[in-house]
């Protein structure tokens, strides 16, 4: 079993820059994909990009290349770096453990989330 804790939300300025972290512990972090979600208010939860084992990196086409995945398995950690963002980028981030695919049932463990507000 692996325990998530995203951090790194807050409130920006449209245009502006935030890096999300989401650190795991519990269980060998090398063993699994992450992925990056958010969920906007009354919305479903939206994939962003998953990161495999082996690193390789899936982006959702939609964010227009302004959101940038990174993992660093010596600290257990992986970033989302998040650029020009818009108000519409405004939800609950989420990373996701142990699984592969845009659906929220394609993942066995989710952290708490953490919020992004993006002001315009």
């Known amino acids: 079993e692996v325990q998530l804790v995203e951090s790194g939300g807050g409130l920006v300025q449209a245009g502006g820059s935030l890096r999300l972290s989401c650190v795991a512990s519990?269980?060998?972090?090398?063993?699994?994909?992450i992925g990056w979600f958010r969920q906007a208010p009354g919305k479903e939860r939206e994939p962003l990009s998953a990161i495999s084992v082996s690193h390789t990196i899936y982006y959702d086409t939609s964010r227009e290349g302004r959101f940038t995945m990174s993992r660093d398995n010596a600290k257990n950690t992986v970033y989302l770096e998040m650029n020009s963002l818009k108000p519409e980028d405004t939800a609950v981030y989420y990373c996701?453990?142990?699984?592969?695919?845009?659906?929220?049932?394609?993942?066995?463990?989710w952290g708490q989330g953490t919020l992004v507000t993006v002001s315009s």
């Open positions: 519990g269980s060998t972090f090398d063993d699994y994909a």
């Open positions: 996701a453990a142990d699984g592969w695919g845009p659906l929220v049932t394609d993942w066995n463990y």
